[in-house]
C-alpha cells in the first residue's frame, strides 16, 4: 500500500500517570505497523521520552504541528500535543486530577479529529476513572461515556474481542441490579441489531450471535427466574424475523465456550461481568474492545491504567498491538469473524 493510500490511525496516550505511555514505546517498534497504516501519538512528548528511559528503547520522537504534519516515517513516533501538560509534576502510579483532565483532552481530540474525518481510526491507552471524576468530567465514567457525548449516538454497546472469542454487552456500567433490570426484549434487539450491522461492516458478512442467558441453567423454564420467557427468548425470535442470524438464549456457563469452538461468531452478554469474565479467562494478554454504534472505528486496549506498575517496564504492550492490528482490519472490512 502507497504511504498516501495508508490511513492514519491515532493512538491516545490514556493516563500520563499509568501504563500508556509506556505501552505506546513498545508497541510502535514494531515495523509492521507502519507496514498497514499512519500512526501517531495524541499525548505528550516527554511522557513518551521518559517511557524511553525506562524501558531502554529509544524511537526518535517528532512534534507535530497538526494532523497535516503527520508523515509516514517507520520507526519514528509522531505526537499531536493536544494539551499542555506539565510532566514536571508527574508522579507515576497516583490519581491525579491533571492527569484525568490530559487523558481526557487527549480523547476528545481525537475524536474530533475522527468525526471531522481527518484520520481514519482511533485506538486507546486506558484513562483512570477515578482521575476523570477528580477532573471534573462527573458524566463522564469512561471512553465510551465520552464518544456517546460527544458524537451524539443514541445507541453504543461495547464489544470485547480476543482470539476465537466475540462478545458483546447488553450493559456494562450498570450496577448488578440495575443491569438486571435493564434485560428488555426491546433493548435486546436493539443491542443485537447493533451487534449484527457492526460486525457485518467489520468483518465483511453477517455473523451468526448467541445470546446469553441471565439465570443459572437458563431459568429451568421459570423456576429460576422469567427473564428467559418474558423477554429474552422473545427478543430473539423479534430479532430473527428482522433476518438476523440469532440463537439462544443459552445458559452463561456453558455458551462461550461453544462460541470458543467455532459454534457462534460472538455472543450477546447481558451485564459486564458475564461477559469480560468469559474474555478475560480465555485470553486477557491480547483481549481488546471495540465501540459499536459510532461514526468510526475505535478500539482499545482490555486492561486498565496499572498504577500498580506504571513506570517500571513491566506493561505487557500485546493488547495495544492487537487493538492497532483489529483496527486496521475493521478499517478494511477484514476483521477476523
Same mark, same amino acid.
Given at each position: 500500500?502507497?504511504?498516501?493510500?495508508?490511513?492514519?490511525?491515532?493512538?491516545?496516550?490514556?493516563?500520563?500517570?499509568?501504563?500508556?505511555?509506556?505501552?505506546?514505546?513498545?508497541?510502535?517498534?514494531?515495523?509492521?505497523?507502519?507496514?498497514?497504516?499512519?500512526?501517531?501519538?495524541?499525548?505528550?512528548?516527554?511522557?513518551?521520552?521518559?517511557?524511553?528511559?525506562?524501558?531502554?528503547?529509544?524511537?526518535?520522537?517528532?512534534?507535530?504541528?497538526?494532523?497535516?504534519?503527520?508523515?509516514?516515517?517507520?520507526?519514528?513516533?509522531?505526537?499531536?500535543?493536544?494539551?499542555?501538560?506539565?510532566?514536571?509534576?508527574?508522579?507515576?502510579? /497516583?490519581?491525579? $486530577?491533571?492527569? *484525568?483532565?490530559?487523558?481526557?483532552?487527549?480523547? !476528545?481530540?481525537?475524536?474530533?479529529? =475522527?468525526? %471531522?474525518?481527518?484520520?481514519?481510526?482511533?485506538?486507546?491507552?486506558?484513562?483512570?476513572?477515578?482521575?476523570?471524576?477528580?477532573?471534573?468530567?462527573?458524566?463522564?465514567?469512561?471512553?465510551?461515556?465520552?464518544?456517546?457525548?460527544?458524537?451524539?449516538?443514541?445507541?453504543?454497546?461495547?464489544?470485547?474481542?480476543?482470539?476465537?472469542?466475540?462478545?458483546?454487552?447488553?450493559?456494562?456500567?450498570?450496577?448488578?441490579?440495575?443491569?438486571?433490570?435493564?434485560?428488555?426484549?426491546?433493548?435486546?434487539?436493539?443491542?443485537?441489531?447493533?451487534?449484527?450491522?457492526?460486525?457485518?461492516?467489520?468483518?465483511?458478512?453477517?455473523?451468526?450471535?448467541?445470546?446469553? /442467558?441471565?439465570? $443459572?441453567?437458563? *431459568?429451568?423454564?421459570?423456576?429460576?427466574?422469567? !427473564?428467559?420467557?418474558?423477554?429474552? =427468548?422473545? %427478543?430473539?425470535?423479534?430479532?430473527?424475523?428482522?433476518?438476523?442470524?440469532?440463537?439462544?438464549?443459552?445458559?452463561?456457563?456453558?455458551?462461550?465456550?461453544?462460541?470458543?469452538?467455532?459454534?457462534?461468531?460472538?455472543?450477546?452478554?447481558?451485564?459486564?461481568?458475564?461477559?469480560?469474565?468469559?474474555?478475560?479467562?480465555?485470553?486477557?494478554?491480547?483481549?481488546?474492545?471495540?465501540?459499536?454504534?459510532?461514526?468510526?472505528?475505535?478500539?482499545?486496549?482490555?486492561?486498565?491504567?496499572?498504577?500498580?506498575?506504571?513506570?517500571?517496564?513491566?506493561?505487557?504492550?500485546?493488547?495495544?498491538?492487537?487493538?492497532?492490528?483489529?483496527?486496521?482490519?475493521?478499517?478494511?472490512?477484514?476483521?477476523?469473524?
Amino acid at each position: 500500500m502507497s504511504p498516501a493510500m495508508q490511513p492514519r490511525l491515532a493512538i491516545t496516550m490514556g493516563d500520563p500517570a499509568g501504563v500508556g505511555a509506556e505501552i505506546c514505546v513498545k508497541t510502535l517498534i514494531r515495523p509492521e505497523v507502519y507496514a498497514q497504516a499512519q500512526p501517531f501519538v495524541i499525548g505528550d512528548i516527554a511522557c513518551l521520552r521518559l517511557a524511553m528511559d525506562q524501558t531502554g528503547i529509544q524511537l526518535p520522537l517528532r512534534k507535530m504541528t497538526d494532523i497535516d504534519d503527520l508523515q509516514l516515517q517507520a520507526g519514528v513516533i509522531q505526537v499531536l500535543e493536544a494539551y499542555a501538560f506539565d510532566a514536571g509534576q508527574l508522579v507515576m502510579g /497516583a490519581v491525579s $486530577p491533571d492527569c *484525568g483532565h490530559a487523558a481526557v483532552q487527549y480523547f !476528545e481530540s481525537a475524536v474530533n479529529l =475522527a468525526l %471531522a474525518s481527518q484520520i481514519q481510526g482511533l485506538v486507546t491507552c486506558p484513562i483512570n476513572k477515578e482521575a476523570v471524576h477528580a477532573a471534573g468530567y462527573v458524566g463522564d465514567i469512561g471512553h465510551q461515556e465520552i464518544l456517546a457525548r460527544m458524537t451524539g449516538a443514541g445507541l453504543t454497546a461495547t464489544l470485547l474481542m480476543t482470539q476465537g472469542l466475540k462478545v458483546a454487552h447488553l450493559s456494562t456500567h450498570k450496577s448488578l441490579a440495575e443491569a438486571v433490570a435493564f434485560v428488555r426484549r426491546p433493548v435486546l434487539v436493539e443491542k443485537l441489531q447493533l451487534t449484527h450491522d457492526s460486525l457485518s461492516r467489520w468483518c465483511g458478512r453477517p455473523p451468526k450471535i448467541a445470546v446469553a /442467558a441471565l439465570n $443459572p441453567h437458563g *431459568g429451568e423454564g421459570g423456576m429460576l427466574g422469567r !427473564e428467559e420467557i418474558d423477554e429474552i =427468548a422473545p %427478543a430473539v425470535a423479534e430479532a430473527r424475523t428482522l433476518g438476523l442470524d440469532v440463537v439462544g438464549p443459552y445458559p452463561a456457563d456453558s455458551v462461550f465456550y461453544r462460541a470458543v469452538n467455532g459454534e457462534f461468531d460472538a455472543v450477546l452478554a447481558l451485564y459486564h461481568d458475564q461477559g469480560h469474565i468469559a474474555i478475560k479467562m480465555h485470553n486477557f494478554a491480547d483481549s481488546i474492545t471495540a465501540t459499536m454504534g459510532i461514526p468510526f472505528i475505535r478500539t482499545s486496549v482490555d486492561h486498565g491504567t496499572a498504577f500498580d506498575i506504571a513506570g517500571k517496564n513491566l506493561a505487557n504492550a500485546d493488547s495495544l498491538s492487537q487493538a492497532i492490528d483489529a483496527a486496521i482490519a475493521m478499517m478494511n472490512g477484514k476483521l477476523v469473524s
